[in-house]
């Protein structure tokens, strides 16, 4: 059966105001560096994907989940304000949408890590229904 209702339109989300800290963090190269950018804006999810993913390469599933879920919730918020219904797709082609898709990467991994299992698979999912793209990069 085809679906006769048109797609919604893709959600670009505005430039993260902390990109050029991230910038600066990674140079550094440090946890300590990452962990500043997130103190000193706290609703980027780019922040908090970046102190995710550093976690699980660090073995710290519980760590990486919670950094992974506060960057997810912020990138809910941030995605609602630029008129994202709950759906439709966020393209990782848009370099200020990869924050939030980075965290939700992150948030599927630590789940599946920490045994919850339908979380991860839940995650996965969704970071594929917003861009099979995105979830092929990561």
């Known amino acids: 059966m085809q679906n006769l209702l048109p797609e919604p339109p893709a ?67 941030q995605l609602r304000r630029s008129g994202w219904k709950g759906h439709g797709p966020v393209p990782w082609s848009h370099e200020p949408n990869r924050g939030f898709l980075t965290a939700l990467h992150a948030l599927s991994l630590a789940a599946a890590q920490i045994g919850e299992s339908d979380e991860a698979a839940r995650c996965a999912q969704f970071l594929r229904d917003c861009d099979p793209a995105a979830a092929d990069a990561l």
């Open 11 to 77: 959600t670009h989300l505005p430039a993260d105001p902390a990109a050029d800290a991230l910038a600066d963090a990674a140079k550094a190269d440090t946890d300590e560096a990452y962990a500043a950018v997130a103190g000193q804006h706290p609703t980027s999810s780019a922040a908090w994907g970046a102190l995710a993913r550093r976690a699980l390469a660090a073995g710290a599933p519980v760590t990486a989940y919670a950094y992974a879920r506060t960057g997810y919730h912020r990138g809910l918020d």
